[in-house]
């Protein structure tokens, strides 16, 4: 089987990717990726080694990239992990997260369609369903939760969301979706919460927490999201939806802390920042339907994920360092001058 991984040099992908590799040696993985700030050829340089993977640079949007892609490998299943990931900058530059989140999809949908798939599946999040509120821990999010975003990354993904089941209920591509809760572990882009802290605790600068410190994000460690979707794509059912979560949640605060107890830093780092416009306060998980239909259920515990996470960027300084230096500075400067 030939496998389409589209975003495959970002976090999540490329986690995604190294667990095909592993468990599904036959399989041969394609990675589609337009190499943005977000995707670093660095974290597939171990892929790259094996015979079943190629890379090809292109940009998901870009219909002439993706056919051509499409008559060169003939593939089975898409996954579909590009698009622009991070709120903050979809509250800069709302338009580009249109072209890729909503545009790419279209355009990856309408190759599957053209050519035949027997898979397209979406990587959606739980941010479609908008936030909780922090006082009624009872609450969760299930598909059947109405989307109600708030910032315009979520907006773009359920936007996606929509035309996959459309392309599902129209033409009869036979999609999947799966909607997970925030990731952490190895490849994190420090732009992100947790990769962000890491860095900035490791050399004693001032860790900017937004607002008060006690939103709540359910928080899962990235290979038991690969193992989800990797179920999901074999054996879950097309034009389905399917929550992924591991009842992990954790008010900001709390993450911030266990990273600076793990790396013996002072909690006198932290530093209360501006909140984001729109913050969302409270996403929680009801992963019911995806362990009772395939099984699922998540390996990690946030304890043992963070001590791992951290570890990991102990051990992999140079993948990180390189990302610090030109373009991230002027990102930081810009992101958070206002925020002090
Ligand atoms: P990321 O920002 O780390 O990686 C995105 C990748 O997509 C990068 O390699 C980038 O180069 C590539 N890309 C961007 N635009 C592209 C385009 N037009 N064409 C081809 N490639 C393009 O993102 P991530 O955190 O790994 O998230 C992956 C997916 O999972 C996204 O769809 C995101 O919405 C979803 N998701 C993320 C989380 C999370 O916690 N990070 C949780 C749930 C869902
Ligand atoms: O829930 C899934 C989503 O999780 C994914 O769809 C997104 O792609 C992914 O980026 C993530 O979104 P969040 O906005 O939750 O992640 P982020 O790491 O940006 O922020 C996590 C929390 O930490 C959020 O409440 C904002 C807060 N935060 C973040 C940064 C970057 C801070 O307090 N300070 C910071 O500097």
Redesign the pocket.
Known sequence: MTIIV??G?????SNFIYYQLKNHPDDRIVC?????Y??NLATLKEAMKNPNFRFVK????NQTDVNRLFEEEHPDMVVN??????VDCSIENPRLFLE?NIM?TQTLMDACRHYGITRYHQ????EVYGDLPLDRPDLFFTENTPIHTSSPYSAS?ASADLLVLAYWRTYQLPVSITR????YGPYH?PE?LIPLMISRALADESLPVYGTGENVRDWLYVEDHCSAIDLVIRKGRVGEIYNIGGHNERTNLQVVKAILHELHKPETLIHYVTDRPGHDRRYAIDPSKIHSELGWLPQTKFDDGIRLTVKWYLEHRKWWEDILVGDYQNYYEQMYKDRQ
């Open positions: 589209t975003g040099a970002g976090f999540i992908g589609l990726d337009a190499l943005t977000a995707g292109g940009d998901i949007a992990f590009a698009a622009e990931s991070h890729t790419g990587v959606a999040t739980d993904k997970c809760s925030n990731n882009f992100k």
